[in-house]
């Protein structure tokens, strides 16, 4: 009975992820159907070197400013998207966590459970700040809240097989939410990050030897 | 209509041509870039201490998330199927009489568009870009503050944002000629007006013809010790662009290519925009797109051609004359948006005997609050003064005498936050500088 359910779920899932990528697609398609805007003026920096900072060190806590402020707000949102992909991991070795080792699993588990915590944490965070507050919509609770259920689930699975199946479930309905709602930034952050790169570089502001 | 109560003129309020017409300018200018910006913030609220607005005054409103939020209200309700299906989900709303209100506070009346909360976004996410959009939106269905409007208008019916005539500008040329033969006892010094195929072609801020002309004398000067083949053109000689602020792309395209013809007509190798933040932006970094076409000639600043003088050996100082400590303001569209951040410290290094940095400074520096039009919007005049607060405190701590710039509306702004908030400093051009440092080659026996 409970390898049905495994089995049922299992496929949920994989439909979830399935109608989750073609939305994904659809997005993307969407923002590539929209014309690059073309930039003429010469060059005053590397635009590769922008590019390359924007994904690397620009991301680096102590570069901006903002992050060094709000450093509990930065560390909050990087665990708990590592938990995220951690959760991401565990889902796609569902098949196979039984021959995992067991190092692997006590890794896996801490990164699933800080995330869960972490993701938890942002809820109360954006209620009890003005600012998040005033900024929120009922998709930003929502998608917290899911994805954290998610990564709660992956941690739990990791500790107790049998919440595999509900697992399965959550997967299913984040996939199929994320075309929809807030966590689509996952799609956007890549196009928003390079072109932040490409203008600034290619101005020398950023990435550029000497330069912030 | 707003806050303020400024705007309840009958041309500020919203008919439903209207609303179509803004909604058409949003969807024309939808691009990748833009897409992008719209879609990625995940509403962390992080941009807010970038924000001077929002360190002089820390409200929601100023937190710079919250106004690109008006204008991503209004595209999830018209583009975006969820916002179409279940608006309150996710925060989408109609562009209706009150989304218009908040639109002009949000994009006119409390954004400089400096791109800092840009730099500290941990998203990337180009607010100033979005800003620019709303405001071109409320441009086309004629909602533009009524100072900045004037401003674009002026310039495209009488080729300068002031309105000085040829013979003004000509005669103002000719008497900073004269004064600076007297200064220097030169009678050889000139400032040639229409020559053809000089490699340099020098604008003006029109501010300076009418109210600063010795900012004229200064960059005569420099150009004179420098030995430079420049010239100044009586067809189009304004550095600025307010089509910049007011999000006009046709005012701006129509503003740029005058210059660029002037430029063309006299064959010359390199335009160099005068002190003027945004006039350097618009001219170096948004024209070409703007037109539609690269420049033939290369687009450079005073500020960076008075640093390769005094590199080339081309103008010796003398620092001694300038004793007094300095410090210096970045203008946001120079070094933040520009990426000319090293040269006015090299020229400050050579021109002055004690420079101190404000902190932050270079692409981090604070907008002291005289971006974005704000000068030519008297409406919102208060929360300028205000927001400049942030400024003045950063003047405050380096203990300088002098604050050198390189951006008119950043003299203007500096100079009002020096009067309101009683800072005992004096606000120069970086030109000014470096025009009283000058070895002159008679002096020195050369």
Redesign the interface.
């Given at each position: 009975m409970a390898a049905n359910w495994i089995w049922i779920t299992r496929w949920i899932a994989v439909i979830g992820l399935a109608i989750g990528a073609l939305g994904i697609i659809s997005r993307l398609q969407?923002?590539?159907s929209?014309?690059?805007?073309?930039?003429?003026?010469?060059p005053?920096?590397s635009i590769r070197r922008g590019v390359l900072y924007?994904f690397t060190l620009g991301?680096a806590p102590w570069e901006?400013?903002?992050?060094r402020?709000?450093w509990l707000?930065?560390f909050r949102?990087i665990f708990f998207h590592l938990g995220v992909f951690a959760a991401f991991a565990v889902l796609f070795a569902s098949p196979w966590l039984a021959a995992a080792p067991g190092w692997l699993l006590w890794v896996a588990r801490i990164f699933t459970g800080a995330g869960a915590v972490f993701g938890v944490a942002g809820i109360p965070m954006r209620w009890i700040?003005?600012?998040?507050r005033?900024?929120?919509?009922?998709?930003?609770y929502f998608a917290v809240l899911l994805t954290s259920i998610f990564t709660a689930l992956a941690f739990g699975v990791l500790v107790e097989a049998a919440l595999l199946p509900i697992f399965y479930l959550a997967t299913a309905l984040l996939a199929i939410y994320i075309p929809?709602?807030?966590i689509?930034?996952c799609?956007?952050?890549f196009?928003?990050?390079f072109?932040?790169?490409l203008?600034?570089g290619r101005?020398?502001?950023?990435g550029?030897p000497?330069?912030? | 209509m707003t806050d303020n109560g400024k705007f309840t003129d009958e041309r500020f309020q919203l008919t439903d041509e209207k609303t179509a017409i803004a909604l058409d300018v949003l969807r024309k200018r939808l691009n990748r870039q833009l897409d992008a910006a719209l879609e990625v913030c995940v509403r962390c609220g992080l941009c807010a201490d970038s924000c001077h607005y929002y360190v002089a005054n820390p409200k929601p409103e100023h937190v710079p998330a919250f106004r690109a939020e008006q204008l991503r209200k209004v595209y999830r309700r018209y583009f975006d199927p969820i916002g179409k299906l279940a608006p309150g989900w996710v925060g989408a709303a109609e562009l209706d009489q009150e989304m218009v209100e908040k639109l002009i506070n949000a994009a006119f009346g409390t954004c400089t568009m400096c791109g800092r909360c840009v730099i500290n976004c941990p998203m990337g996410v180009d607010t100033r870009q979005i800003i620019r959009t709303a405001r071109a939106m409320l441009t086309a269905i004629d909602m533009t503050p009524e100072g900045l409007k004037a401003t674009v208008n002026v310039h495209l019916e009488a080729g300068n944002n002031m309105g000085v005539s040829e013979e003004d500008f000509v005669e103002t040329l000719e008497w900073m000629e004269e004064e600076l033969r007297a200064e220097l006892g030169d009678a050889s010094i000139k400032i040639p007006i229409n020559k053809p195929h000089a490699r340099v072609v020098y604008t003006f801020n029109p501010r300076e013809v009418k109210y600063f002309p010795y900012l004229i004398q200064a960059a005569a000067k420099i150009f004179n010790a420098a030995g430079e083949d420049w010239t100044l053109s009586t067809e189009s000689w304004d550095a600025t662009n307010y089509g910049l602020f007011s999000g006009d792309d046709e005012a701006s395209r129509k503003i740029a290519s005058n210059l660029e013809a002037a430029i063309n007509h006299l064959g010359a190798d390199v335009l160099v925009m005068a002190e003027c933040g945004h006039g350097y932006r618009s001219q170096r970094w948004e024209a070409e797109n703007w037109l539609g076409r690269a420049y033939p000639f290369k687009v450079m600043s005073f500020v960076e051609l008075q640093a390769q003088y005094i590199r080339d050996g081309r103008i010796r100082l003398d620092a001694s004359v300038n004793p007094k400590r300095v410090t210096y303001h970045d203008p946001c569209n120079q070094a933040r948006n520009g990426g000319i951040i090293d040269e006015p410290r090299y020229i400050l290094k050579h021109a002055v005997m004690d420079f101190v940095e404000m902190e932050p400074h270079g692409a981090e520096n604070f907008c002291c609050g005289g971006g974005g039009g704000m000068l030519s919007m008297t409406e919102f005049a208060k929360d300028r003064i205000a927001a400049g607060k942030v400024k003045a405190d950063q003047i405050l701590a380096t203990g300088a005498e002098i604050v050198a710039t390189s951006c008119h509306n950043c003299l203007d702004q500096l100079d009002e936050i020096r009067r309101h908030y009683k800072l005992k400093v004096k606000i120069q051009n970086l030109s000014e500088l470096v025009a009283a440092a000058i070895i002159w080659p008679r002096q020195s026996g050369e």
């Amino acid at each position: 009975m409970a390898a049905n359910w495994i089995w049922i779920t299992r496929w949920i899932a994989v439909i979830g992820l399935a109608i989750g990528a073609l939305g994904i697609i659809s997005r993307l398609q969407a923002i590539l159907s929209r014309p690059f805007k073309q930039d003429l003026a010469r060059p005053r920096g590397s635009i590769r070197r922008g590019v390359l900072y924007a994904f690397t060190l620009g991301m680096a806590p102590w570069e901006k400013e903002s992050t060094r402020l709000h450093w509990l707000a930065y560390f909050r949102g990087i665990f708990f998207h590592l938990g995220v992909f951690a959760a991401f991991a565990v889902l796609f070795a569902s098949p196979w966590l039984a021959a995992a080792p067991g190092w692997l699993l006590w890794v896996a588990r801490i990164f699933t459970g800080a995330g869960a915590v972490f993701g938890v944490a942002g809820i109360p965070m954006r209620w009890i700040g003005e600012n998040e507050r005033n900024l929120s919509t009922p998709d930003d609770y929502f998608a917290v809240l899911l994805t954290s259920i998610f990564t709660a689930l992956a941690f739990g699975v990791l500790v107790e097989a049998a919440l595999l199946p509900i697992f399965y479930l959550a997967t299913a309905l984040l996939a199929i939410y994320i075309p929809f709602g807030k966590i689509r930034h996952c799609v956007y952050f890549f196009f928003s990050k390079f072109f932040f790169g490409l203008t600034f570089g290619r101005r020398g502001v950023i990435g550029q030897p000497d330069a912030s | 209509m707003t806050d303020n109560g400024k705007f309840t003129d009958e041309r500020f309020q919203l008919t439903d041509e209207k609303t179509a017409i803004a909604l058409d300018v949003l969807r024309k200018r939808l691009n990748r870039q833009l897409d992008a910006a719209l879609e990625v913030c995940v509403r962390c609220g992080l941009c807010a201490d970038s924000c001077h607005y929002y360190v002089a005054n820390p409200k929601p409103e100023h937190v710079p998330a919250f106004r690109a939020e008006q204008l991503r209200k209004v595209y999830r309700r018209y583009f975006d199927p969820i916002g179409k299906l279940a608006p309150g989900w996710v925060g989408a709303a109609e562009l209706d009489q009150e989304m218009v209100e908040k639109l002009i506070n949000a994009a006119f009346g409390t954004c400089t568009m400096c791109g800092r909360c840009v730099i500290n976004c941990p998203m990337g996410v180009d607010t100033r870009q979005i800003i620019r959009t709303a405001r071109a939106m409320l441009t086309a269905i004629d909602m533009t503050p009524e100072g900045l409007k004037a401003t674009v208008n002026v310039h495209l019916e009488a080729g300068n944002n002031m309105g000085v005539s040829e013979e003004d500008f000509v005669e103002t040329l000719e008497w900073m000629e004269e004064e600076l033969r007297a200064e220097l006892g030169d009678a050889s010094i000139k400032i040639p007006i229409n020559k053809p195929h000089a490699r340099v072609v020098y604008t003006f801020n029109p501010r300076e013809v009418k109210y600063f002309p010795y900012l004229i004398q200064a960059a005569a000067k420099i150009f004179n010790a420098a030995g430079e083949d420049w010239t100044l053109s009586t067809e189009s000689w304004d550095a600025t662009n307010y089509g910049l602020f007011s999000g006009d792309d046709e005012a701006s395209r129509k503003i740029a290519s005058n210059l660029e013809a002037a430029i063309n007509h006299l064959g010359a190798d390199v335009l160099v925009m005068a002190e003027c933040g945004h006039g350097y932006r618009s001219q170096r970094w948004e024209a070409e797109n703007w037109l539609g076409r690269a420049y033939p000639f290369k687009v450079m600043s005073f500020v960076e051609l008075q640093a390769q003088y005094i590199r080339d050996g081309r103008i010796r100082l003398d620092a001694s004359v300038n004793p007094k400590r300095v410090t210096y303001h970045d203008p946001c569209n120079q070094a933040r948006n520009g990426g000319i951040i090293d040269e006015p410290r090299y020229i400050l290094k050579h021109a002055v005997m004690d420079f101190v940095e404000m902190e932050p400074h270079g692409a981090e520096n604070f907008c002291c609050g005289g971006g974005g039009g704000m000068l030519s919007m008297t409406e919102f005049a208060k929360d300028r003064i205000a927001a400049g607060k942030v400024k003045a405190d950063q003047i405050l701590a380096t203990g300088a005498e002098i604050v050198a710039t390189s951006c008119h509306n950043c003299l203007d702004q500096l100079d009002e936050i020096r009067r309101h908030y009683k800072l005992k400093v004096k606000i120069q051009n970086l030109s000014e500088l470096v025009a009283a440092a000058i070895i002159w080659p008679r002096q020195s026996g050369e």
